[in-house]
């Protein structure tokens, strides 16, 4: 791991750095929640394409076309992607959602860390699953197959921020999806 994020990552996992990371996220939720919601979507669609491109695309193939919402339950937000051939893209709420995977703020951010997992989540009650359970969990065994860059010290190049960016934000016309 380079050096710098060594560092980083000791910080982060102090218990007292992580606590008031949470501490400043729970304060910051009432002006996210005032936000609109496609740059929160961008955001972690990017994350989730920057994933994948390490990772195996085809993982998704089943669930290609389909829509789908994460809300975060301590916010009042709901973030809406649908999934492409090349990966996860922002889109409007005006489509239905397939799956609806809710949580708190506090849990998904464990969740990306990969402090907890769905399952203690969701038999806890604190991640629940809402539409097509089977695409749902689907959609959880293939995002928990993925191999996480910060995992491995690495960080993604400029280019391949910028692609995984490009299809968060803006998906090839005539690709299979749904449009939001």
């Given at each position: 791991?380079?050096?710098i994020l060594n560092t980083?990552?000791?910080?982060?996992s102090?218990?007292k750095?992580?606590?008031?990371?949470?501490?400043?996220?729970?304060?910051?939720?009432p002006v996210?929640?005032r936000l609109?919601?496609?740059p929160?979507a961008?955001l972690?669609?990017?994350?989730?394409?920057?994933?994948?491109?390490?990772?195996?695309?085809?993982?998704l193939?089943?669930?290609?076309?389909?829509?789908?919402?994460?809300r975060i339950?301590?916010?009042a937000?709901?973030f809406?992607?649908?999934?492409?051939?090349?990966g996860?893209s922002?889109?409007?709420a005006?489509q239905?959602p397939?799956?609806?995977?809710s949580?708190?703020?506090?849990?998904?951010v464990?969740l990306?860390?990969r402090r907890?997992?769905?399952?203690?989540?969701f038999?806890?009650r604190?991640?629940?699953?809402?539409g097509?359970?089977?695409?749902?969990?689907?959609?959880?065994n293939?995002l928990?197959?993925?191999?996480?860059?910060?995992?491995?010290?690495?960080l993604?190049?400029p280019?391949e921020?910028?692609?995984?960016?490009r299809?968060a934000?803006?998906p090839i016309?005539g690709?299979k999806q749904i449009?939001?």
């Open positions: 791991m380079l050096p980083i990552h000791e910080k982060l102090g218990g750095a992580a606590e008031a990371l949470e501490r400043l996220g729970a304060a910051l939720l996210a929640a609109p919601a496609r929160g961008v972690i669609a990017t994350g989730l394409n920057v994933a994948l491109a390490r990772g195996e695309a085809a993982e193939e089943p669930l290609v076309g389909k829509v789908l919402a994460i339950s301590d916010a937000l709901i809406h992607f649908m999934i492409t051939a090349e996860f922002a889109c409007s005006s239905a397939t799956v609806v995977i949580a708190a703020a506090a849990d998904f464990r990306a860390m907890v997992d769905a399952d203690t989540l038999f806890s604190r991640l629940t699953m809402e097509n359970t089977e695409l749902g969990l689907l959609l959880k293939r928990d197959a993925l191999e996480f860059t910060w995992q491995d010290g690495s993604p190049r280019l921020l910028a692609r995984a960016l299809r934000a803006f016309p690709e449009r939001g």
